[in-house]
C-alpha cells in the first residue's frame, strides 16, 4: 500500500483544512465521521483507509498531530524561519518521525502551505530542509487541492505513483515551479448549457482568474527599486536573516527566468521543425 503524510502548516492552510476535507468526502461519499451511507459500497476495497480515529463533530486529525502555538509570525517570512522555529522544529520532527515510522509503506511527503507570508512559507521551508536530511529518499510535493492525491485514491493508469508524477510534471530538474491552473471553470447552471472545444480549454488557462497564483511580472522591478533604498530590510534582518540573501534571491530568480525563456525559445524551434516536416 502506497501511504503519504500530509503536513499542514499556517493559518492559510488551517482555515482552508476543512473545505478541503469536505472536498475528500464528496469525491468518496462519505460522511465526515468517516463512515459510508447505508445504500452505499465501494467496489474493491475498504474506504477507511484515508481515516483515523474520526467521530462526527469532532475534528478530523488525531489530537496527537496538532501542535498549536499561541505566536504568530505577523506575516514576516524570516520571522517564521529564525524565530519561531526555534520553539517547534524539534518537536514537529519529533512528532513526523514517530508518525513515519507507522507506515511501512511511506512513499511521500504532502505540504499544504500558504507563499510569501510567515509561518506557511517560513517556518515550512526549514521543516523541509530537516525531512530532506532525514528521508532523503522521500519526494516532497507541494499540493493543489486533491489533484495530486487523485492519483492515489482512485484507480487508473496514468500517474499512480508519486514519484511518476513528480517526473511528468517537472521535466527539468532545475525549472521546478510549476503553475497551478483550473479550466475550466463552468457554474453549476451553466454546466448542462455551456461546452468548451478542445481548443478553448488551453487558452482559459492563461487566463488570470484561473490561475491559482497570482503572478505580477512587475515585482521583480519593485524589488529592485525598493531594495536599493533598502527599505523595510531592517524588518527581515531584525528577525536573524543575513542581508546577503537578498541579493542571492535576486540573481536566482534571474537566472531562473532566463532558464524559463530558454526553455521556451526551444519548445518554439522544435515545433516549427515539426511543423516544417509536416509540409
Known amino acids: 500500500m502506497r501511504e503519504c503524510i500530509s503536513i499542514h502548516v499556517g493559518q492559510v492552510d488551517v482555515q482552508m483544512d476543512n473545505a478541503y476535507w469536505e472536498l475528500y468526502f464528496l469525491e468518496h461519499g462519505i460522511w ?48 517564521g524561519h529564525y524565530t519561531i522555529v526555534k520553539k517547534f522544529i524539534d518537536l514537529v520532527s519529533n512528532r513526523i518521525s514517530k508518525l513515519a515510522d507507522q507506515y511501512p509503506g511511506l512513499q511521500d511527503f504532502l505540504f499544504f502551505h500558504s507563499f510569501g507570508r510567515g509561518t506557511g512559507s517560513g517556518f515550512i521551508s526549514l521543516l523541509m530542509k530537516r ?27 496514468l500517474n499512480v505513483d508519486l514519484t511518476e508524477f513528480q517526473t511528468n510534471l517537472v521535466p527539468y530538474p532545475h525549472i521546478h515551479l510549476p503553475l497551478a ?9 451553466k454546466a448542462y448549457n455551456e461546452q468548451l472545444s478542445v481548443a478553448e480549454i488551453p487558452n482559459a ?4 482568474a484561473n490561475q491559482m497564483v497570482k503572478c505580477d511580472l512587475q515585482h521583480d522591478h519593485k524589488f529592485d527599486l525598493m531594495y536599493a533604498t533598502h527599505a523595510f530590510v531592517y524588518w527581515y534582518v531584525a528577525e536573524g536573516i543575513e542581508e546577503g540573501e537578498f541579493s542571492e534571491a535576486r540573481e536566482y530568480m534571474a537566472a531562473l527566468e532566463k532558464d524559463y525563456e530558454e526553455v521556451g525559445v526551444d519548445s518554439v524551434e522544435g515545433e516549427d521543425e515539426e511543423g516544417g516536416e509536416k509540409y
Do not use: W
Not at 525531512?131 to 493508469?157: E, Q, T, W
Not at 488557462?205 to 488570470?208: D, K, N
Open 32 to 79: 465526515p465521521d468517516g463512515q459510508m451511507p447505508s445504500d452505499k459500497t465501494i467496489e474493491g476495497g475498504d474506504v477507511f483507509f484515508i481515516f483515523s480515529e474520526t467521530d462526527a463533530g469532532k475534528p478530523l486529525f488525531h489530537p496527537k498531530q496538532l501542535i498549536i502555538g499561541k505566536e504568530d509570525a505577523a506575516n514576516n517570512d524570516a520571522h
Open 205 to 208: 488557462c492563461f487566463e488570470p
Open 181 to 189: 491552473i483550473y479550466a475550466s471553470v463552468i457554474s453549476p447552471e
Open 131 to 157: 525531512l530532506s536530511v532525514d528521508y532523503g529518499k522521500k519526494s516532497k510535493l507541494d499540493h493543489i487541492g486533491s489533484s495530486v492525491a487523485a492519483a492515489l485514491r482512485f484507480d487508473g493508469a
